[in-house]
T-cell receptor, first 114, second 116 residues
Framework: AQKITQTQPGMFVQEKEAVTLDCTYD???????LFWYKQPSSGEMIFLIY??????QNATEGRYSLNFQKARKSANLVISASQLGDSAMYFC???????????FGAGTQVVVTP | GAVVSQHPSWVICKSGTSVKIECRSL??????MFWYRQFPKQSLMLMAT?????????EQGVEKDKFLINHASLTLSTLTVTSAHPEDSSFYIC????????????FGPGTRLTVT
């Protein structure tokens, strides 16, 4: 069975600073993907970044980078130069499994302060 | 591209009535759609997997007679909450996988249901 763990329920970060959101996972699958989504208060799920288990390089998308450490089964999200608009809930997810499902972590609430 | 819409975005209904939520993929064909439920400050909980032309597969603990899912076409899936009760009040989100795609999954904007 797959399991995703986000141990940080909430974080405060100052504007322009970098923040790291932790995500660890457990799976017996050899091939899997790791995702990060942002959910602002409006509720929409915004895809941020994806890392495949066989990708040798860490994924980056603009200010977002994924620190993938396969041996430690961690897939931390790094947001550089935080902006006020980054305040949101962030979810780590793993999959898709053979049915196409994603498994979500509990989420981390990020609040960016001026 | 890859836009998923949901309708309505919010709905208030009276206890005992049924409400239908639509999930549409606007610019791609989706063989598989997923329905999630989310309570405030909590994660997304998968309710069911919907495949075009076949019966939905429900997650353990989800009442299939209460949450009716129909995937009538490659661009439309509907979730009907039957005989709604206040405890069904929640945020419902759908997502869709691109036909022939790999890992891509696109989410709708969600529907907020309040049962009074």
């Amino acid at each position: 069975a797959q399991k995703i763990t986000q141990t940080q329920p909430g974080m405060f970060v100052q504007e322009k600073e970098a923040v790291t959101l932790d995500c660890t996972y457990d799976t017996s699958d050899q091939s899997y993907g790791l995702f990060w989504y942002k959910q602002p208060s409006s509720g929409e799920m915004i895809f941020l970044i994806y890392q495949g288990s066989y990708d040798e390089q860490n994924a980056t998308e603009g200010r977002y980078s994924l620190n993938f450490q396969k041996a430690r089964k961690s897939a931390n999200l790094v947001i550089s130069a935080s902006q006020l608009g980054d305040s949101a809930m962030y979810f780590c997810a793993m999959g898709p499994d053979s049915w196409g499902k994603l498994q979500f972590g509990a989420g981390t609430q990020v609040v960016v302060t001026p | 591209g890859a836009v998923v819409s949901q309708h309505p975005s919010w709905v208030i209904c009276k206890s005992g009535t049924s409400v239908k939520i639509e999930c549409r993929s606007l610019d791609f064909q989706a063989t598989t759609m997923f329905w999630y439920r989310q309570f405030p400050k909590q994660s997304l909980m998968l309710m069911a997997t919907s495949n075009e032309g076949s019966k939905a597969t429900y997650e353990q603990g989800v009442e299939k007679d209460k949450f009716l899912i129909n995937h009538a076409s490659l661009t439309l899936s509907t979730l009907t909450v039957t005989s709604a009760h206040p405890e069904d009040s929640s945020f419902y989100i759908c997502s869709a996988r691109v036909q022939g795609g790999t890992y891509e999954q696109y989410f709708g904007p969600g529907t907020r249901l309040t049962v009074t």
